[in-house]
């Protein structure tokens, strides 16, 4: 059930319809969201709740053993992550192991074929299944850690785990900010729904309008890639993913934010305009925030963080920016990603000096970054090296297809400048006075609800669905 699409509309006026009946007592709270998250998940398919509530199970029992009989706790850790981690190897990996396996054999002579022998059901991504299962197993490995007691009620544990706002594409809520929300009765004031309101307004203006529309020029320029040639082209291209992939996501977190607020309930900011980081370390500390943060706290600080040297945290960071690449998925290109903003970090660390000169640092900083998004939005390696070529090379063409892309250059300018307004707010008094007035406020949703309506692009997925 997409967000940009009419069933959930018609989902969600049912949903906060009920939620005046069961928002004040626990037990429906948590049997009702749990019951209308299911609905919404299984609306894909409805056997994917299976792999959910399975693998809920089995970190809510693993929680509960752990400080029922502490002698066994690691015994029940091991479970919950190799139940966690199990489950996005197979459903998520196994073709990607197979194929690689096969490449390896066949360079011995060895035909097996290995991808032929994968069962069905294993070919089949599950949705949301990369945000869910991180976000069970932060419970596990916090009451693992004694920063995070059980809770008793099952429901109460699923309401976390499913709660439908968030589940599918984030952002990762933690179970010591949620748990305790839900165990509260949190009435929204006229305050919080207004907030709920613009977030979700602006969400949807940022997903429907500026990355659908911007995306027309990226799909068909990363479909046809011989096609388009260019180095201004090609720059352009690039850019329009950046802030393509960046207002998909943003979109979805905030739409998941201001829904939220209208159960009464606070999630984290997941965005705060990575376009606008002085740095690369800013850049992750303004991108897919509570991502970021998981693995620096479960992946990154348990290998040592910085307490091991200089020499050991290049090498634990580089191994938490791997495996976030794998985590965005099976493919080569995500690993390549990953590698890349791990030796990026590494250089800035070691080269000093340019820190001195901001603007020029910021500017190295953005040029690495989409030299990067070429790698995680194509294809194959092979693409990506063709399109690096492409911006590299020395044929500058006055043809940009303005009969395709008109409309997405003029979006793309858009979401420039969208994100220009929000710094000169950021650095402006006289900006920042007359963007908070209530008359500006209604004014700026009035024009994203309008352009919602009328300009929305071609509906699309979100593009981390596929995470």
Do not use: C
């Not at 949903?15 to 049997?31: D, L, T």
């Not at 069962?119 to 916090?142: E, K, N």
């Not at 709660?163 to 933690?174: S, T």
């Amino acid at each position: 059930m997409l967000f940009n699409s009419f069933i959930f509309i018609v989902f969600a006026l049912l949903f906060f319809a009920g939620w005046q009946f069961f928002k004040r007592k626990k037990q429906s709270k948590w049997i009702y969201i749990t019951l209308a998250s299911f609905v919404f998940y299984g609306w894909w398919d409805w056997r994917f709740l299976f792999l959910i509530i399975f693998s809920g199970l089995v970190d809510y029992f693993a929680g509960m053993f752990m400080v029922k009989f502490p002698k066994y706790k690691k015994r029940y850790l091991l479970i919950s992550l190799l139940m966690n981690i199990g489950s996005l190897a197979i459903f998520k990996y196994s073709l990607f192991i197979a194929q690689n396996i096969d490449v390896a054999l066949q360079t011995f002579n060895v035909q097996f074929k290995l991808t032929e022998h994968i069962p069905s059901f294993a070919l089949i991504l599950p949705v949301g299944i990369s945000f869910y299962t991180f976000q069970s197993m932060s419970y596990t490995i916090d009451i693992y850690k004694n920063r995070l007691m059980p809770v008793k009620n099952i429901f109460h544990f699923f309401a976390y785990l499913s709660m439908f706002p968030q589940l599918v594409a984030g952002p990762i809520i933690r179970a010591k900010d949620l748990l305790k929300q839900l165990a509260e009765y949190r009435p929204v004031s006229l305050l919080m729904f207004w907030n709920g309101l613009k977030l979700i307004i602006i969400g949807f203006f940022q997903k429907t309008v500026l990355a659908d529309n911007i995306g027309t020029l990226v799909n068909y320029s990363f479909n046809d890639v011989e096609r388009y040639n260019g180095v201004n082209y090609w720059w352009i291209v690039v850019i329009a993913f950046a802030f393509q992939i960046y207002f998909d996501f943003s979109g979805y977190s905030l739409i998941a934010r201001g829904l939220a607020k209208w159960m009464g309930f606070h999630f984290k900011i997941n965005f705060n305009h990575p376009y606008l980081a002085k740095s690369l370390k800013d850049f992750w500390q303004r991108w897919h925030i509570s991502l970021s943060t998981w693995f620096r706290d479960y992946v990154y600080i348990p290998l040592g963080g910085n307490k091991k040297g200089k020499f050991y945290a290049h090498i634990f960071m580089w191994v938490t920016m791997i495996v976030s690449g794998i985590w965005h998925g099976a493919n080569w290109t995500y690993v390549v990603w990953g590698v890349l903003h791990a030796a990026f970090l590494s250089l800035e660390r070691m080269v000093s000096f340019i820190k001195k000169i901001k603007f020029i640092h910021y500017l190295f900083s953005m040029f690495l970054v989409l030299i990067a998004w070429v790698f995680f939005r194509a294809e194959n390696i092979q693409q990506a090296i063709a399109i690096i070529e492409k911006m590299f090379a020395s044929n500058w063409t006055k043809e940009f297809y303005p009969e395709r892309f008109f409309t997405a250059y003029i979006f793309l300018i858009v979401a420039v400048l969208f994100e220009f307004f929000y710094w000169l707010k950021s650095k402006q008094k006289v900006f920042a006075k007359i963007y908070k007035s209530q008359v500006f406020e209604l004014a700026e949703m009035l024009v994203l609800t309008l352009a919602i309506l009328f300009l929305r692009g071609l509906e699309q997925e979100f593009i981390y669905f596929q995470f």
